[in-house]
């Protein structure tokens, strides 16, 4: 077994294959350690299926009722295998579980259904793998949904009452507004009652989300299934029912891996790394939800400096001592360098806006002074767009538009390439290997076409009159400001493979938000510095846009 330890006296942990075994396992004081046979014994994958089947039931009743419920004359029905081709199967649970839809008139007195029928859903999914998913999601949503006909019927009425009186419409109104609820939608609800329900509903959406963008499923069903969920999730999710924390070095072991596994902008590497991010001049915030114990949903890691921070190596890579104390004087910005959004699931609902803007607030109530925030972010797809463009321009025999005539020279001589086509190519090969960044001649000649090129693919390249760039988009939103683009910002392979190793500042002046969320997003407006314009404007000359 491997061992690592986490760096403090309350707790070791063991790492196994973490696709048979939970990532870690945590001891007491003193360092004790579980011997490996008992470990063996826990998470053997017999023991550990039935110990999860008997946790995720509430109390005895519950679980001889859910037996009850699964018990024919065969004896239990248990669905601890997939169920390859189990249409007969899928239809009998899904007609057992999702209940009738009650009729308007007894809407509010129908019983609930019992919350047996939410834990056999549950597992019975959790059982199947993904073609028997995909199966099961497409008989939900095309069979327990929207009563079509007597939707259609209800909108009939309505139009013949509009010369009646406003209580009559109102009631068909009403009526009609009840009809067009799917009938799975009890059920999610009911799920999300029983224990663990919300984050199966949250993973629940994951896959249905994964569904739609692999184009598996290009029925209009899944989507509105889809739609519903996030409904739900959005509700359920909202600002006022999230618990903002500070996350530490302090915190439980658990809630640190899974800071550490989380992380998508800057992995972390160690112990040392996560202990850092997390300590002095450093601030994480994650928001949780009491639905969700323990499960960050969204994480925000914020650098506490001097000035606005122009390179992120000077963040997460520069060593230092570990053990100083903050000097207040020395802390004046506070820079967003990382948000990760943990939960596929909850994809569309808005978490991450809310998080920055809870997190100014506290950071105002700690740093009275502090009046300088900004973001410090990375931008990917950068670099796939330029070598796009590059082919574009290669075709249509206009590469003279992107570089100076002296730009290209420079290439063509680096390179060893002729004019034209061979030269255009070269350079593509050049940003899709990174290659260039090994030359301090190439990487001179570069800087500032590469840095003009950026500032038009942030701000000019636009997907349905918003910014292409996603990173770009969510800040633009929130209402920042396209402040900076730093040269060299972000050195490592990734940061170089993605957009050429430029960073871009976000800034947000706090006067300014709402004016510049509304602007943007009602008149797809961005608002942008000098340095940001003068840059799109050198672009524009030579690109003759």
């Given amino acids: 077994m491997n061992l690592l330890a986490c760096g403090r006296d309350s707790c070791t942990v063991s790492l196994r294959d973490p696709e048979t075994v939970p990532s870690c396992v945590f001891t007491g004081p003193g360092r004790s350690r579980i011997p490996y046979r008992q470990l063996i014994m826990i998470f053997h994958p017999a023991n550990w299926a039935f110990r999860s089947s008997v946790w995720c039931w509430r109390s005895r009743a519950v679980l001889k009722a859910a037996l009850k419920a699964s018990t024919d004359v065969n004896g239990c029905r248990w669905y601890s295998t997939p169920i390859r081709g189990g249409v007969t199967g899928m239809e009998d649970i899904l007609a057992r579980v999702v209940a009738p839809l009650p009729t308007y008139e007894t809407r509010d007195k129908y019983p609930p259904p019992p919350e047996s029928n939410s834990l056999e859903f549950m597992h019975f999914y959790g059982s199947l793998d993904k073609e028997d998913k995909l199966g099961f999601l497409t008989k939900l949503s095309q069979d327990f949904g929207v009563d079509h006909k007597g939707v259609s019927e209800l909108a009939l009425r309505l139009l013949e009452a509009q010369l009646r009186d406003l209580a009559t419409i109102h009631q068909i109104e009403d009526r009609l507004r009840y009809g067009l609820t799917p009938r799975y939608k009890q059920l999610l609800n009911h799920i999300s009652r029983a224990e663990g329900g919300v984050k199966f509903l949250v993973d629940l959406r994951a896959d249905v989300l994964e569904l739609i963008s692999s184009k598996a499923s290009e029925t209009p069903h899944i989507r509105d299934l889809n739609g519903t969920l996030k409904s739900l999730l959005s509700e359920w999710f909202s600002v006022g029912l999230l618990r903002l924390e500070r996350i530490t070095w302090q915190s439980p072991c658990e809630i640190l891996q899974r800071i550490s596994q989380y992380e998508a902008v800057h992995p972390i590497r160690n112990w040392t790394d996560l202990k850092r991010r997390v300590g002095p001049y450093r601030r994480c915030y994650a928001f949780t939800h009491a639905a969700m114990p323990g499960e960050p949903l969204v994480v925000l890691h914020v650098a506490l400096t001097e000035d606005i921070s122009d390179n992120i190596q000077s963040i997460v890579r520069e060593l230092a001592a570990l053990d100083f104390v903050e000097d207040v004087n020395k802390i004046n910005a506070a820079i967003f360098y990382s948000i990760s959004s943990t939960q596929a699931g909850l994809q569309g609902v808005e978490l991450g806006n809310y998080l920055i803007k809870r997190v100014v607030r506290e950071l105002q109530s700690e740093f009275p002074h502090m009046a300088q925030f900004s973001s410090l972010s990375p931008i990917p797809g950068f670099s796939s767009w330029l ?159």
């Fill in 387 to 545: 070598q796009g463009l590059l082919s574009q321009y290669k075709k249509e025999g206009r590469g003279s538009d992107l570089l100076s005539e002296q730009e290209w020279k420079e290439v063509e001589q680096a390179t060893d390439s002729a004019p034209g086509s061979a030269a255009i190519e070269a350079l593509r090969k050049l940003i899709a290997t990174s290659e260039w960044m090994r030359s301090e001649r190439l990487t001179r000649v570069l800087e500032p076409a590469l840095m003009r090129l950026c500032a038009w693919y942030l701000y000019g390249e636009k997907r349905r009159g918003y910014a292409l760039n996603p990173v770009a988009n969510f800040h633009l939103q929130n209402g920042a400001s396209m402040w900076r683009l730093n040269w060299n910002a972000d050195t490592s392979p990734r940061g170089v493979a993605n957009s050429c190793g430029i960073m871009v500042n976000y800034r947000y002046f706090l006067n300014e938000t709402s004016q510049n969320s509304a602007l943007y997003l009602q008149n797809k407006v961005i608002a942008a510095s000098e340095q940001v314009l003068g840059l799109v404007s050198q672009f524009q000359k030579s690109s003759k846009l």
